[in-house]
């Protein structure tokens, strides 16, 4: 088989007479001329050299304006099949009066980039981020977020998202607008209405915990002790000396919300003593 030609020599092949060939016989008119009006200056008067440099000239710039246009019309094409081939993302149709608030816990490994995995699959979705909380556990990290999303997007979308970004057991809730305060300032009013007696410990502990039971018993469960953690269950000491044992189904309680629960305990029984409320 015969080797391709060569792009640039076939492209000269193809100039013709307004080519290479016309800039070559336009620049020996004019050594041609230039040579005549040397002699002429001499002694000779002839008007022939005059009009030997201006075809000369013309051709020169009649070769050149030939060349200007074939490379403008041969690089139009290049730039528009780069245009058509650049990936176009389209943002996805955002309606922020059909959102749904969600609260997407999920375990990440705790290296760089797996955060920013998450977060792009969120984005992806055009989902909105309000809030997150970290829950650090060694080598790994909990992290809820607190999401506000398009209607079209559920729960299972959610899920696939974290998925594709290398997150594990994740849990997918719908949440209530009143979880997008820090918990710094949902725990400082939650004491607050302990010291007010607009809410009880065991509804304050259902709030900060976000869980499902809290129920005072005599004693801790079987393999509990009176303040311990085991997964979905977490029992406190009751101000009146008996046990709180709260619940949750789905996610497991982290040690840091243990340690929220337990300081928020500790501040009822404080406010209990103080009063002389059991």
Same mark, same amino acid.
């Given at each position: 088989?015969?080797?391709?030609?060569? !792009?640039?020599?076939?492209?000269?092949?193809?100039?013709?007479?307004?080519?290479?060939?016309?800039?070559?016989?336009?620049?020996?008119?004019?050594?041609?001329?230039?040579?005549?009006?040397?002699?002429?200056?001499?002694?000779?008067?002839?008007?022939?050299?005059?009009?030997?440099?201006?075809?000369?000239?013309?051709?020169?710039?009649?070769?050149?304006? !030939?060349?200007?246009?074939?490379?403008?019309?041969?690089?139009?094409?290049?730039?528009?099949?780069?245009?058509? !081939?650049?990936?176009?993302?389209?943002?996805?149709?955002?309606?922020?009066?059909?959102?749904?608030?969600?609260?997407?816990?999920?375990?990440?490994?705790?290296?760089?980039?797996?955060?920013?995995?998450?977060?792009?699959?969120?984005?992806?979705?055009?989902?909105?981020?309000?809030?997150?909380?970290?829950?650090?556990?060694?080598?790994?990290?909990?992290?809820?977020?607190?999401?506000?999303?398009?209607?079209?997007?559920?729960?299972?979308?959610?899920?696939?998202?974290?998925?594709?970004?290398?997150?594990?057991?994740?849990?997918?809730?719908?949440?209530?607008?009143?979880?997008?305060?820090?918990?710094?300032?949902?725990?400082?009013?939650?004491?607050?209405?302990?010291?007010?007696?607009?809410?009880?410990?065991?509804?304050?502990?259902?709030?900060?915990?976000?869980?499902?039971?809290?129920?005072?018993?005599?004693?801790?469960?079987?393999?509990?002790?009176?303040?311990?953690?085991?997964?979905?269950?977490?029992?406190?000491?009751?101000?009146?000396?008996?046990?709180?044992?709260?619940?949750?189904?789905? +996610?497991?309680?982290?040690?840091?919300?243990?340690?929220?629960?337990?300081?928020?305990?500790?501040? +009822?029984?404080?406010?209990?003593?103080?009063?002389?409320? !059991?």
């Amino acid at each position: 088989m015969d080797a391709p030609e060569d !792009h640039h020599t076939t492209g000269d092949r193809r100039t013709g007479f307004l080519g290479r060939e016309a800039l070559d016989f336009g620049v020996l008119l004019i050594a041609a001329g230039a040579a005549h009006l040397v002699v002429l200056s001499l002694g000779h008067s002839d008007g022939g050299a005059r009009a030997l440099l201006a075809v000369g000239t013309l051709l020169v710039l009649a070769s050149g304006l !030939h060349r200007w246009y074939r490379y403008r019309r041969s690089a139009a094409p290049a730039v528009q099949r780069v245009e058509n !081939h650049r990936p176009h993302r389209v943002p996805p149709v955002h309606d922020p009066l059909g959102d749904r608030l969600w609260s997407v816990r999920v375990t990440v490994a705790d290296v760089p980039g797996g955060l920013a995995a998450l977060t792009a699959g969120f984005a992806d979705l055009g989902v909105d981020i309000r809030l997150m909380h970290v829950h650090p556990a060694g080598t790994e990290a909990v992290d809820e977020f607190f999401v506000s999303a398009p209607d079209r997007v559920g729960a299972h979308a959610l899920h696939a998202a974290v998925r594709e970004a290398g997150g594990r057991d994740a849990i997918v809730r719908t949440a209530d607008p009143h979880e997008l305060s820090d918990t710094t300032s949902r725990t400082l009013a939650l004491v607050g209405a302990l010291a007010s007696g607009d809410a009880t410990l065991e509804e304050s502990l259902l709030s900060l915990a976000a869980a499902q039971a809290v129920e005072t018993v005599d004693g801790p469960p079987v393999g509990l002790g009176r303040e311990d953690l085991s997964g979905t269950v977490m029992t406190l000491p009751a101000p009146d000396g008996r046990v709180l044992v709260v619940r949750r189904s789905g +996610a497991p309680f982290t040690p840091v919300e243990f340690a929220r629960c337990r300081a928020l305990a500790q501040v +009822a029984a404080t406010l209990g003593s103080r009063t002389g409320k !059991h």
